[in-house]
């Protein structure tokens, strides 16, 4: 790929404060969410592999999402850590665009991941007595080879289209990363086809996981509203609840920096969100499906025993 000529061969990125105190006091904070992040989800992965009562594939599905969030938490709070501590905010070229890829990659990723756990709750429900040969692990694995690639395929597109933006105004990011929507507003001139881009990444990576998503809900429901004994519905829609949670807190966020009007945009809020679901989400994801999960909980206890 070949990009065009272009002044800036570096970025600055403001991040969150100028203030030194508060530079430390989110080191302190940004640290410890991300040991935590690092150690709920090596721990949910490593009770996946050795408790071989979460050998099915809702765990398999949750043991390659705790995996995805390991990678996409790093490739963000490394970088805010340095930042912090550092009076040097700035980030390459190279390391702009690399920033870009893999998170664009794995977010999207995590996009797709999320829908083939939806259908997998809903074969859970639908088909509770042959789920294991409904399910088999040659096609978990190829749902979730397919979730990388249809992530890092759409990712290449977009990064494939910015590298041959001309970056020659201002190399300030008022923001904590390397996006999509800072990077636009450094571009000097016309950007061919911007808002077909960013359809493109809509559509493809955020509305139809969400329809997909949406149709397997349907049909949970409907197989749900067939059962006669409460308990039993009740104990059917709990097998739901952490995915609907996870799903929930993912997309409402990336919805509400990418698909509102751009009229209603704000740094700072924008901000939020963003830390929302690229730091602090990835922590949040072990304890959304261990904390009301009796299996995990027996695998904690065995794994300490």
């Not at 398999?60 to 705790?66: A, C, K």
């Not at 904590?176 to 493109?200: A, R, T």
């Amino acid at each position: 790929m070949e990009r065009s000529n272009h002044t800036v061969t570096e970025f600055i990125l403001l991040g969150f404060t100028s203030d030194p105190t508060m530079q430390l006091v989110l080191f302190v904070l940004f640290l410890g969410v991300y040991s935590m992040t690092l150690l709920g989800n090596t721990t949910l992965i490593i009770l996946i592999c050795n408790d071989s009562r979460l050998h099915t594939p809702m765990y398999f599905f949750i043991g390659n999402l705790s995996f995805l969030d390991l990678w996409y938490s790093s490739v963000y709070t490394p970088k805010i850590l340095v930042n912090c501590i550092s009076e040097d905010k700035s980030i390459s070229y190279a390391g702009c665009i690399c920033q870009l890829f893999f998170s664009g990659g794995l977010a999207y990723s995590e996009c797709y991941l999320l829908t083939a756990m939806a259908y997998d709750r809903y074969v859970a429900i639908s088909r509770p007595l042959v789920y294991s040969q409904a399910m088999p692990i040659k096609l978990c694995a190829f749902l979730v080879i397919s979730s990388y690639l249809g992530g890092f395929i759409n990712c290449f597109i977009m990064t494939k289209r910015i590298i041959t933006w001309n970056f020659c105004k201002d190399n300030v990011i008022e923001d904590f990363f390397c996006d999509f929507l800072p990077l636009v507003k450094l571009v000097c001139g016309k950007i061919d086809n911007y808002q077909g881009l960013l359809y493109f990444l809509l559509v493809s990576n955020v509305m139809t996981p969400i329809a997909l998503i949406l149709a397997s809900y349907v049909f949970i429901i409907a197989t749900i509203l067939k059962i006669r004994n409460t308990q039993s519905r009740l104990k059917a829609f709990s097998t739901c609840s952490s995915h609907l949670i996870s799903v929930t807190l993912y997309y409402g966020s990336i919805l509400y920096i990418y698909a509102r009007p751009r009229s209603n945009y704000s740094v700072g809020s924008d901000k939020i969100v963003s830390t929302f679901y690229t730091v602090v989400f990835p922590m949040l994801n072990p304890m959304i499906y261990s904390l009301r999960n009796k299996d995990v909980k027996e695998a904690v206890k065995k794994l300490l025993k």
